[in-house]
Structures are given as C-alpha cells and as structure tokens.
C-alpha cells in the first residue's frame, strides 16, 4: 500500500490542526486525466461554501506544467495545470486563476517527483487557513484546456467527447443539458459514436425502456448519456473514454 496519500493528509493537519480532510476516491486510473476531472466534477457540488478540494492525476509533476489554484465562486481547487480541475471549477463559475509559485508556502526542499505532498497539500492548507491565494503566485488568464473540456458547434450539431465509462457500461459524454437544449434535443436524439450512427429514444430513466433496449437521457451529473436498460452501451457499441460524439435533434 504506498503511503503517498498519508503524506498529503500528514502535511495539512501539521500546517492546520483544525482542517477536516474527506476523500472523494482513490480509484482513480493512473494518468487518467479525464477520469480524475470527471469524479472531481460529480463530488464537487456536495461540498459546502468554502471547501478547498486538491486533485492529484499528474504524470507532468516535475516538468513545465504549472501548479495552479482556481478560486470559483463556491470555493478552491488546487492542483496540476493539465485540465484536471476546469470542469469542476468552471461548473462553479471560475473567478481568477493562480500558479502557486511562492516556495514560502512550498515544503522546504520540494521534490519533481511528489507536488501532491510538498506543493498541493502546503497550498490547501493554507487557502483552509484563510491565505489569500494572489500570495501563492500570479494570475495565469490561460489554462490548459484538454479536449475532454471543450465542445463545438457545427450544422446544427455538437460534438463532444466520452468523459466516462461507468461500472454499468453507461456512456457519459460532456454534452451538458444547456448544450443538448442548444441543438434542439428533447423527445430523440441522433449520434454520431465510434463510426455508428444511432436514433435513440430520450428518456428520464432507465427503466423507461424495454430490457435491453438502448437509450438517451440526462444523468445525474448533468450530461448526456447513452445506456441500455439493464444492459451495457459501452459493450455493445464498443466504445472508451476519449471517443469523440457528435449528437444532434433526431
């Protein structure tokens, strides 16, 4: 069992005694960027005004990729600036952007192998304790934007990408709902996925389909899925993570 998690949890409570640490998943794939923003994401509206979430899916740490800390309106995320924080912070509502650059709130002889522990957790401990975060480093205006974090419009469509595949085989794309409504989808939905191309039925559960039978539908996150009812989507259109969708009104 490697330790590097304590280490993170040791630092914040030395740095602030009184902080209460809550883990929203260890299970992260390693290098998976897009996974670890995606869970990011789901967790982050349940926490309270004022929480300081820290994120850690980093295969850059040592290199040029900048630490940053992102103030939205609801809180802080501290992390790696490889677009692991923007869907959770933009859903928030982005106010400013920080590198975290002041080695005074650094560990003293800070490692390139191990920014969760020496650069993250100082930071988080901090910004709980009440630092204002213009004293971590200047204002970056422009973060690094995967394309799990982006869509676009083209002839009435929008085209995104796979954000997640769940443990029941339910496709999750970033397509919000605002963008699905954008493209006029309401009772079907038309999809461009993996060189297939779908007409699916929308719908408000997954059981307001026929067993086995695929669908569309507004998950619980907020954004457009693909399902089958007591089936698994993933598996029959042969699709991962990554993947781009084009979706338009059927």
């Known amino acids: 069992m490697d330790p590097y998690v304590g280490e993170m949890k040791g630092v914040i409570l030395t740095l602030h005694p009184k902080a209460v640490i809550i883990d929203i998943t260890h299970e992260i794939s390693k290098f998976n960027i897009t996974m670890g923003a995606f869970a990011l994401a789901s967790a982050a509206p349940y926490f309270p005004k004022g929480t300081v979430h820290v994120a850690v899916v980093d295969p850059g740490v040592g290199t040029k990729r900048r630490a940053i800390v992102v103030k939205t309106k609801q809180g802080y995320f501290v992390g790696p600036d490889n677009g692991l924080l923007l869907l959770a912070a933009e859903n928030q509502g982005i106010q400013h952007i920080y590198q975290i650059a002041n080695p005074k709130f650094m560990l003293?002889?800070?490692?390139?192998?191990?920014?969760?522990?020496?650069?993250?957790?100082?930071?988080?401990?901090?910004?709980?304790?009440?630092?204002?975060?213009?004293?971590?480093?200047?204002?970056?205006?422009?973060?690094?934007?995967?394309?799990?974090?982006l869509v676009k419009h083209k002839a009435g469509a929008v085209i995104g990408r796979i954000l997640h595949v769940d443990s029941f085989g339910n496709i999750i794309t970033n397509v919000s709902r605002s963008e699905a409504?954008?493209?006029?989808?309401?009772?079907?939905?038309?999809?461009?996925?993996?060189?297939?191309?779908?007409?699916?039925?929308?719908?408000?559960?997954?059981?307001?389909?026929?067993?086995?039978?695929?669908?569309a539908l507004i998950g619980s996150r907020g954004y457009l899925e693909i399902a089958v009812n007591r089936g698994n989507a993933a598996e029959r259109y042969k699709v991962k993570t990554g993947m781009e969708v084009t979706v338009k009104s059927a």
């Open 181 to 215: 409504a954008k493209v006029g989808i309401k009772e079907a939905v038309n999809l461009k996925l993996a060189d297939q191309e779908l007409t699916l039925k929308v719908k408000k559960a997954y059981g307001d389909t026929k067993p086995n039978e695929p669908l």
């Open 108 to 149: 003293k002889g800070t490692s390139s192998t191990f920014h969760g522990r020496d650069v993250f957790a100082p930071a988080a401990a901090y910004l709980a304790k009440g630092l204002k975060p213009e004293k971590l480093g200047p204002e970056i205006l422009e973060p690094v934007r995967p394309e799990f974090t």
